[in-house]
């Protein structure tokens, strides 16, 4: 469709008027904007909106911005309730087209860059992992990487996938390498980059990966991926998969050997994942259930900051919490016998607590008769 932008009323006032150079362009329909804030600051402005209503926003956008010219990467500007606050044109389609009354406008609330811009704060450290030898010896090689990339030339880590049962630690290493390191971490979980609309998720994943690119040496951490890079025969489940994957790829592809960005991802389950975006990832660390010392350790370091005092029976437990992973036995069992010995007004926790914990679990009874007699 060709524009007649003669017939077009041009609302704004100063905004660049475009609309001599409009003749022969096509109408927009769809562009995306983002927020960045005005293009000099002064005290008292913090450049930070939020918006709330974006159907409301649509419109209001529309009316002041009808009949510009959209390219991407240029800006249009509020001339309204915050005069000269700037939006960048994300996303136009088809881009160098022109706004109508029936363009959609979408804005994008900036959560990933919001989140990340600090460094993420956690109070783990690598020695509180217990186990996952295989993930931390990696590790190793990152902070060495970061240490002196040139030395690592084209051999540098890029793409890791962390893999394995829920509650093993992937998370929890991921987060405790933001305390190790210098380096920013952007740390998102797959379903955060899913967006409402089409063309939110390319840009949503495009952000994220310049954001990194720009702030190298640099990590990102995509956790539950297969959320979002789902293996083909799953895609027709959902519509908008493979937009997310084809973007994915082609921003993994697109970070070159010397940016020093190095992609993490996390999944409970490998061979859901997208094969084109599971080879990218060099190499598949496992992380696996706790054995019978690391169980005991996990315990031993949990029950450092118990509330109250407690008489267990710490070798009986490394035998009935076998099968259960990290993230089990502290919540699980610890925490579920720590409430059950409060609420029975017990000033220590005792194995009856463990018991109500473990039956809690639905563990089968053969597994647990005979433990308490
Ligand atoms: N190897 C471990 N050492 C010490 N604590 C652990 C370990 N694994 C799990 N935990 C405990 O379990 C909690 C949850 O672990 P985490 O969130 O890292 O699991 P995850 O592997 O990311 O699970 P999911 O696949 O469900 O996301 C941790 O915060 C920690 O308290
Ligand atoms: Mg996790």
Same mark, same amino acid.
């Given at each position: 469709?060709?524009?007649?932008?003669?017939?077009?009323?041009?609302?704004?006032?100063?905004?660049?008027?475009?609309?001599?150079?409009?003749?022969? @362009?096509?109408?927009?329909?769809?562009?995306?904007?983002?927020?960045?804030?005005?293009?000099?600051?002064?005290?008292l402005m913090d450049g930070e909106i939020e918006i709330t209503?974006?159907?409301?926003f649509e419109e209001y956008a529309r009316d002041q911005w009808?009949?510009?010219?959209?390219?991407?990467?240029?800006?249009?500007?509020?001339?309204?309730?915050?005069?000269?606050?700037?939006?960048?044109?994300?996303?136009?389609?088809?881009?160098? &087209?022109?706004?109508?009354?029936?363009?959609?406008?979408?804005?994008?609330?900036?959560?990933?860059? $919001?989140?990340?811009?600090?460094?993420?704060? %956690?109070?783990?450290?690598? %020695?509180?992992?217990?186990?996952?030898?295989?993930?931390?010896?990696?590790?190793? /090689?990152? $902070?060495?990487?970061?240490?002196?990339?040139?030395?690592?030339?084209?051999?540098?880590?890029?793409?890791?996938?962390?893999?394995?049962?829920?509650?093993?630690?992937?998370?929890?290493?991921?987060?405790? !390498?933001?305390?190790?390191?210098?380096?920013? !971490?952007?740390?998102?979980?797959?379903? &955060?980059?899913?967006?409402?609309?089409?063309?939110?998720? &390319?840009? @949503?994943?495009?952000?994220?990966?310049?954001?990194?690119?720009?702030?190298?040496?640099?990590?990102?951490?995509?956790?539950?991926?297969?959320?979002?890079?789902?293996?083909?025969?799953?895609?027709?489940?959902?519509?908008?998969? %493979?937009?997310?994957?084809?973007?994915?790829?082609?921003?993994?592809?697109?970070?070159?050997?010397?940016? &020093?960005?190095?992609?993490?991802?996390?999944?409970?389950?490998? %061979?859901?994942?997208?094969?084109? /975006?599971?080879?990218?990832?060099?190499?598949?660390?496992?992380?696996?259930?706790?054995?019978?010392?690391?169980?005991?350790?996990?315990?031993?370091?949990?029950?450092?900051?118990?509330?109250?005092?407690?008489?267990?029976?710490?070798?009986?437990?490394?035998? !009935?919490?076998?099968?259960?992973?990290?993230?089990?036995?502290?919540?699980?069992?610890?925490k579920t016998s720590l409430h059950n010995a409060i609420s029975?007004?017990?000033?220590?926790?005792?194995?009856?607590?463990?018991?109500?914990?473990?039956?809690?679990?639905?563990? $089968?009874?053969?597994?647990?008769?005979?433990?308490?007699?």
């Amino acid at each position: 469709m060709k524009s007649d932008n003669k017939q077009l009323e041009i609302k704004t006032t100063n905004q660049k008027l475009q609309i001599t150079e409009n003749e022969n @362009k096509e109408f927009a329909k769809l562009v995306v904007v983002k927020p960045v804030g005005y293009p000099f600051e002064f005290n008292l402005m913090d450049g930070e909106i939020e918006i709330t209503n974006t159907k409301l926003f649509e419109e209001y956008a529309r009316d002041q911005w009808l009949g510009l010219v959209v390219r991407e990467k240029s800006h249009l500007f509020d001339q309204k309730i915050i005069p000269d606050y700037g939006f960048e044109i994300v996303t136009a389609k088809p881009n160098n &087209s022109i706004i109508t009354e029936n363009t959609k406008i979408k804005i994008i609330t900036d959560e990933i860059d $919001k989140k990340n811009d600090n460094k993420i704060k %956690s109070n783990v450290h690598l %020695s509180d992992i217990v186990g996952q030898e295989n993930a931390k010896q990696k590790i190793k /090689v990152i $902070k060495k990487y970061l240490e002196d990339p040139e030395r690592f030339g084209p051999w540098a880590p890029k793409n890791i996938l962390f893999y394995g049962l829920p509650g093993t630690g992937k998370t929890m290493l991921v987060k405790a !390498l933001a305390n190790e390191l210098e380096v920013p !971490l952007y740390l998102v979980k797959a379903t &955060s980059l899913i967006g409402e609309h089409v063309g939110d998720s &390319s840009s @949503k994943i495009q952000d994220l990966f310049k954001k990194a690119s720009e702030n190298a040496p640099s990590i990102i951490f995509i956790d539950e991926i297969d959320a979002i890079a789902l293996h083909r025969s799953f895609q027709s489940l959902r519509g908008d998969v %493979s937009e997310i994957v084809n973007s994915l790829l082609t921003e993994m592809d697109g970070i070159n050997e010397n940016e &020093s960005v190095i992609t993490i991802g996390a999944t409970n389950n490998p %061979s859901s994942l997208d094969l084109a /975006v599971k080879s990218r990832f060099e190499e598949e660390i496992e992380f696996k259930l706790p054995n019978e010392n690391e169980r005991l350790t996990i315990m031993e370091n949990n029950l450092k900051s118990m509330p109250l005092d407690y008489d267990l029976d710490l070798e009986k437990l490394v035998k !009935l919490t076998k099968g259960l992973s990290g993230r089990d036995i502290k919540e699980k069992i610890l925490k579920t016998s720590l409430h059950n010995a409060i609420s029975n007004d017990c000033d220590i926790i005792t194995m009856q607590n463990v018991e109500y914990a473990l039956n809690n679990m639905k563990i $089968k009874d053969s597994d647990i008769k005979g433990m308490f007699e």
